[in-house]
């Protein structure tokens, strides 16, 4: 069975870091590029940032540019999302999604073509 699942959310105070994790099964890595999403109540769901599948090419959105970090362990079947400096704004919950690719050097940050959804975990920054 094919399945995406994160990790590693929780509440934390402002300025604090957490660091997600997604966790693939059924199917390796190699062929999908990956991206992080997130989705506050009475939001639209939003590209927070991507990873290539070669891993050499990353993007971000401009509100968490410099504060997160995408990275990926194609051997572990793990992507994580380094999250510093949180903000209340931060709060929401973050999906990981699998993106099938014949390129290897970029990702994209819209939901369309998204092959694979995790069920999400859910981050809160609050003091």
């Known amino acids: 069975q094919l399945q995406l699942v994160e990790s590693g959310g929780g509440l934390v105070q402002p300025g604090g870091s957490l660091r997600l994790s997604c966790a693939a099964s059924g199917f390796s890595l190699d062929y999908y590029a990956i991206g992080w999403f997130r989705q506050a109540p009475g939001k639209e769901r939003e590209g927070v940032s991507c990873i290539s599948r070669s891993g050499g090419s990353t993007f971000y959105a401009d509100s968490v540019k410099g504060r997160f970090t995408i990275s990926r362990d194609n051997a572990k079947k793990l992507v994580y999302l380094q999250m510093n400096s949180l903000k209340p704004e931060d709060t929401a919950v973050y999906y990981c999604?699998?993106?099938?690719?014949?390129?290897?050097?970029?990702?994209?940050?819209?939901?369309?073509?998204?092959?694979?959804w995790g069920q999400g975990t859910q981050v809160t920054v609050s003091s």
């Open positions: 999604a699998a993106d099938r690719l014949s390129i290897t050097t970029m990702c994209r940050m819209t939901r369309p073509g998204y092959d694979y």
